[in-house]
C-alpha cells in the first residue's frame, strides 16, 4: 500500500506538471465502484470544467482543490497509482477513471486491485478530519507524541498504523522506525519512557523523510507495486533496514532478522535490539556478564 513517502512522491511530480490551473475538460469512469461519492454519473458531470485550485496531501490521501467549493480526494489503498500521460494513449484494462486535462493531457487512476476510491466532495473534513496529526508538521514535537502515547494502552505497531491516531504510516515505515529507535511492536504505548517516546518521534519523521527524497519504496515489478505519476519506481527499497529482510543479519548487531504477525500484519524485528516486552511492560535491560 502507499504511504505518506509514496503519495507525496506522486503530489510533487503532479505540481512538477503545472496541473495547478489546468481544467478538467472531460472525465470518465471504467469501474463505478472506484468512485465512492457521488454516483460515477454525476462525478463526471460535475467535475468536468472544474480547474485545479492546489494539490497537497493529507495523510495518505491526495487532494486537489478544485474550483466552484469542490474537492476531489483520491485514496490509493493498495495498489492504486496516478498515471500522467497525453491524450490518446491507449488505456491499459487497469485503468478505471481518466480525466481529460485541457484537452491535451489526461490523468488516469490506475488500480489493479481495484481497492482505491475516489471521492468528489465539498465538505473534505467529513473525511480529512477523522485523520491524526501529520508527522512531519511542525506542530507534532516530540512532546505532543509523548502525550499521545501516554493516552492510551494498545501495542505500539497497530496505534501507529491506526490513521486516526497518526496519518500515514502503512508497515513499511512503521517497521523501520521501530528498528531504527529500538523498540519491539508489541510494547504498549503507555509503557514507552520520555526517551523512547522521543526517539521513536525522530525516526517516524527521519524514516518518511527518507523515504521522500527516495520517491518511495517500490518491491517489485508488478503491476499492483508502487509507481509514480511518471512511471518511474521508488528508489527507498535499498535503503530499508528491516523491512523485508527476514533470515538477514540485522544491520546493527549482526542477529538475525525474523518476520513475526503483530495485529494480523507481517513485522520485522531484530530481538536483539527490539527486546520483547514483558506482558506488555518495558523489557528489562540486558546485563553483561
Known amino acids: 500500500m502507499p504511504e505518506l513517502p509514496e503519495v507525496q512522491t506522486i503530489v510533487d511530480q503532479l505540481n512538477q506538471q ?4 489546468r481544467t478538467i475538460t472531460a472525465a470518465r469512469v471504467y469501474w463505478p465502484k472506484t468512485i465512492a461519492s457521488p454516483d460515477p454519473e454525476q462525478f463526471c458531470e460535475t467535475i468536468t470544467g472544474l480547474t485545479a485550485r492546489k ?3 493529507r495523510g495518505k490521501f491526495i487532494v486537489c482543490q478544485l474550483s466552484k467549493g469542490q474537492t476531489l480526494l483520491i485514496h490509493l489503498r493498495m495498489s492504486g497509482r496516478l498515471n500522467w500521460t497525453a491524450k490518446g494513449n491507449a488505456r491499459n484494462k487497469h485503468e478505471h477513471v481518466i480525466l481529460e486535462i485541457d484537452q491535451t493531457h489526461e490523468l488516469r487512476f490506475q488500480d489493479t486491485r481495484k481497492f482505491g476510491r475516489l471521492f468528489l ?3 473534505p473534513q467529513t473525511i ?12 507534532f514535537t516530540g512532546r505532543r507524541f509523548l502525550s499521545m502515547l501516554q493516552r492510551t494502552r494498545r501495542q505500539i505497531k497497530p496505534l501507529l498504523l491506526d490513521q486516526h491516531f497518526l496519518a500515514g504510516l502503512g508497515n513499511i515505515y512503521v517497521d523501520e522506525a521501530l528498528w531504527a529507535a529500538r523498540i519491539h ?3 504498549t504505548s503507555n509503557t514507552l519512557t520520555a526517551a523512547e517516546a522521543f526517539a521513536l518521534h525522530r525516526s517516524i519523521r527521519q524514516v518518511l523523510r527518507k523515504g521522500i527524497m527516495n520517491m ?3 518491491l517489485g515489478n508488478g503491476q499492483g507495486n508502487f509507481y509514480s505519476a511518471n512511471n518511474r519506481p521508488g528508489k527507498n527499497a535499498d535503503q530499508l533496514k528491516v523491512f523485508r529482510r527476514t533470515g538477514r543479519p540485522c ?4 542477529t538475525t532478522i525474523v518476520r513475526r504477525m503483530v495485529a494480523q ?3 520485522h524485528i531484530c530481538t536483539k535490539c527490539q527486546q520483547p516486552p514483558c506482558d506488555g511492560k518495558t523489557p528489562k535491560k540486558r546485563t553483561t556478564a
Not at 480529512?128 to 506542530?139: A, H, S
Not at 544491520?251 to 549482526?254: A, I, M, S
Open 18 to 21: 503545472a496541473i495547478v490551473g
Open 55 to 57: 494539490l497537497t496531501r
Open 121 to 123: 466532495t465539498q465538505a
Open 128 to 139: 480529512l478530519g477523522r485523520l491524526g496529526p501529520e508527522p512531519l508538521d511542525k506542530t
Open 185 to 187: 511492536p508489541l510494547r
Open 216 to 218: 518511495g519504496t517500490s
Open 251 to 254: 544491520l546493527r548487531c549482526g
Open 265 to 267: 500484519r507481517s513485522s
